[in-house]
């Protein structure tokens, strides 16, 4: 571990209108606007026996983590620095706005330079203007991502359930059909949720 007497979360605070009042996410909000340096915090951590990294070198690793959804990626980075891992790692990154949203932009271009990552795509969606997302990163890549894919890629999709992870699956579907002209039917064996 990187950090071994630490624990680092990364938190979106929820907020939204509705019916005319402004909403808050108790958990989010407490986090972001209560909780000051050196306060205990009781947590309980859950392991997710089907999110493991790989930790052989010679296993590309693919990352699509939008907003907060880059924590477990950055942690996972961390480790691979710590531990002088090599291998190719590809991060999908995104948000809403490159100036305010770009979380671990430092640390980012750190790994770039360092080679612990190899490679970064963005994809900020109200810095023009048509919304751009991460899915449509890995669609303009599709030549590569399919090169990563044919070389054993893992791939890691973290974030957003509703819409973003349903919207990358189908892009890699989409980059599937389009790079290896295969059926729908055939798409069965390589996409597992």
């Not at 493991?52 to 959804?69: A, C, E, R």
């Not at 942690?75 to 002088?84: H, K």
Request: with cysteine.
């Amino acid at each position: 571990m990187a950090t071994p007497d630490e624990v680092h979360i990364t938190v979106g605070t929820v907020r939204y209108q509705a019916h005319g009042r402004e909403r808050k996410g108790v958990c989010s909000v407490h986090f972001a606007e209560r909780i000051k340096p050196g306060d205990i915090v009781p947590i309980y951590l859950k392991k997710n026996p089907n999110f493991k990294f790989p930790m052989k070198q010679d296993i590309p690793v693919i990352m699509i983590g939008p907003g907060t959804g880059i924590a477990p990626f950055r942690a996972y980075l961390q480790e691979r620095e710590e531990l002088g891992m090599t291998g190719k790692t590809w991060l999908f990154f995104g948000d809403q706005h490159r100036s305010s949203d770009f979380l671990y932009e430092e640390e980012i271009e750190e790994w770039l330079e360092n080679g612990n990552l190899t490679r970064v795509d963005l994809a900020f969606s109200r810095d023009q203007e048509h919304k751009e997302y991460v899915q449509h990163r890995i669609m303009e890549e599709s030549e590569r991502f399919n090169e990563w894919i044919e070389q054993g890629a893992a791939i890691y999709i973290c974030g957003d359930e509703k819409c973003m992870a349903k919207d990358v699956h189908q892009a890699i579907k989409d980059v599937l059909v389009k790079e290896r002209h295969i059926s729908q039917k055939k798409l069965r064996r390589y996409c597992v949720k």
